[in-house]
């Protein structure tokens, strides 16, 4: 019982190494950064079907022939009002977008694991 807990605490303290968190806002990020990754595990189970809720009633795909990144982009829709743009679907947009070319989209548990290692620094609000 004693390992899982300072394995808990390992990983935690990778996660904020690697996101470059600080002791300071360490809590704060902590919570947006697991807030942004489950943000993303949804986005995934709706684009993939795995949950019964229509695609289109959140996300375009992008019809873009574009050069970098994964073939799963989303067209990111313009907000009329401020409110909207912290909906769900707006705000995971742009965290999906940036996930690198080497993101594994053939199972949920791979995609967990490879959003897990993703520096997601850049859209956390604490820094």
């Not at 902590?30 to 995934?44: F, G, S």
């Not at 993939?48 to 799963?72: C, K, M, N, W």
């Amino acid at each position: 019982m004693a390992t899982s807990k300072s394995t808990t605490f390992t990983r935690r303290s990778d996660i904020q190494k690697r996101n470059g968190i600080t002791p300071s806002v360490c809590m704060n990020c902590m919570l947006e950064l697991r807030r942004l990754q489950v943000d993303l595990v949804w986005c995934y189970k709706i684009l993939f079907g795995i949950v019964d809720t229509p695609t289109e009633d959140f996300f375009v795909l992008s019809t873009y022939a574009q050069t970098r990144g994964h073939q799963y982009k989303l067209f990111k829709k313009p907000h009329v009002s401020p409110t909207r743009a912290n909906f769900f679907s707006e705000r995971v947009v742009n965290s999906w977008n940036s996930l690198p070319d080497g993101t594994d989209f053939s199972s949920l548990s791979r995609f967990k694991r490879c959003i897990n290692k993703v520096d997601f620094s850049r859209f956390l609000k604490c820094f």
